[in-house]
């Protein structure tokens, strides 16, 4: 089965070149496709103080897909393990899902901020964060997911 996916907007702004680290002050926009949708599409977001954003990690050429185990970022002092044990941007389909911080809504413009995108990256969707899809229950991770995160925010 095959699956096609239209962006619903672009990320405009922030960052303009990937980098591994501190994204947590990055500010960028999210500009909805205004030939596919009108203001009313993101009516009452401005009440939620974050989004889930889904985008592609359209820079990754189908050629540096990994579909097995690799170190994370090639640091041998951490373990190899799938790439669906890890959150690597080389992902079979280049898919990225993150929570970041909604700051403002202007029509069909969102500003952001932590949005782990560069400029030009295609948005595929998004949704409100709600608390009540967080975790439940103890969330466990191995400490070299503990580690990749100490200077990715």
Excluded at 59 to 80: L, M
Excluded at 118 to 135: C, E, N, R, S, W
Aim: with cysteine; net charge neutral.
């Amino acid at each position: 089965m095959r699956i096609e996916l239209e962006p619903i907007g672009h990320v405009r702004g922030g960052r303009y070149e990937a980098s591994d680290d501190h994204w947590g002050e990055v500010r960028a926009a999210i500009e909805l496709d205004a030939n596919r949708f009108a203001a009313d599409a993101v009516a009452g977001l401005d009440r939620f103080s974050h989004l889930e954003v889904l985008f592609h990690f359209h820079q990754v050429s189908p050629e540096k897909v990994v579909r097995g185990a690799r170190r994370p970022r090639g640091r041998a002092d951490w373990p190899e393990v799938g790439i669906f044990a890890q959150r690597g941007k080389a992902r079979p389909n280049r898919l990225a899902v993150t929570v970041c911080r909604l700051l403002e809504v202007d029509g069909l413009r969102l500003t952001v901020q932590g949005l782990d995108a560069i400029d030009g990256t295609p948005v595929l969707d998004l949704k409100p964060y709600m608390t009540g899809f967080a975790p439940r229950g103890e969330v466990r991770q191995p400490p070299w997911a503990v580690e990749i995160m100490a200077e990715y925010w």
